[in-house]
């Protein structure tokens, strides 16, 4: 298997640089208080647009002040959570959530081994501070705007540090205890865009697959531990 992907921009880049491999992640299921599953601030995370062109130099990634970001993935009770903090400079959004891809956000994927098809998610924070979600793809027999409209999702700016943290009901994307527990496909990708030009000049993914053509094979597998404690956590704080 093809373990490097270039960096710069178009067929004819020289620099190669390693790939993730599609491995299964162990991580427990309770986010707060504990490390990262997936840190994005290497070069090899990142792709550029306009890396080749001395022209357009200033829209370059500027390394981890520009953009990285800090990932996630758990579960709280009957929710799949998703956390992001992504760190960047300069934010910038004013885009529909139909096209928040094109300036600052991001996108993940979930993928079940039991569905046909895959979730593909976007989330993005406006200027003024209100929470884009959007659902483009999803696996037969469920509606993207429904899973939509299912999604919490809470974000903060503070300083440079931009937070996304998602909370996705179970039922609504089919995902079962078995899911959870053996593994599914999750990937993700942060835009830049810092108001230079039209729209975004980079990214950081966790692998190849969702802005460079629709192909998850590279997606790393998730699994959640010690699930049953978290849902056993959550309903012993509800009022309900």
Excluded at 182 to 207: H, L, M, P, V
Excluded at 211 to 224: E, L, T
Aim: with cysteine; charged share 25%; hydrophobic share 40%.
């Amino acid at each position: 298997m093809d373990t490097t992907m270039s960096c710069g921009n178009g067929a004819k880049d020289a620099e190669a640089v390693p790939l993730p491999k599609v491995s299964a992640r162990a991580v427990q299921a309770e986010v707060d208080g504990r490390n990262p599953d997936f840190v994005l601030d290497r070069v090899w995370n990142v792709r550029q647009l306009y890396a080749a062109n001395p022209e357009t130099v200033d829209r370059t990634w500027g390394g981890e002040r520009g953009l990285s970001a800090k990932i996630w993935v758990g579960r709280t009770g009957d929710f799949l959570r998703v956390r992001f903090e992504v760190r960047d400079d300069i934010h910038r959004q004013t885009f529909s959530a139909d096209q928040l891809y094109l300036s600052d956000g991001l996108q993940f994927i979930l993928q079940s081994p039991s569905q046909s098809g895959n979730f593909e998610f976007g989330l993005a924070r406006t200027e003024t501070g209100e929470g884009l979600v959007k659902v483009w793809i999803a696996p037969a027999g469920f509606k993207a705007d429904e899973v939509a409209a299912a999604v919490r999702l809470d974000t903060a700016r503070t300083g440079d540090i931009t937070v996304y943290d998602a909370k996705i009901p179970l039922k609504a994307i089919g995902f079962d205890e078995a899911t959870v527990a053996n593994g599914f496909k999750f990937n993700a990708i942060i835009y830049d865009y810092d108001g230079i030009g039209e729209t975004r000049e980079s990214w950081i993914e966790i692998a190849p697959g969702i802005a460079s053509g629709k192909d998850y094979s590279k997606a790393p597998y998730v699994k959640i531990l010690n699930t049953n404690q978290s849902t056993k956590s959550e309903r012993k704080g509800s009022t309900r």
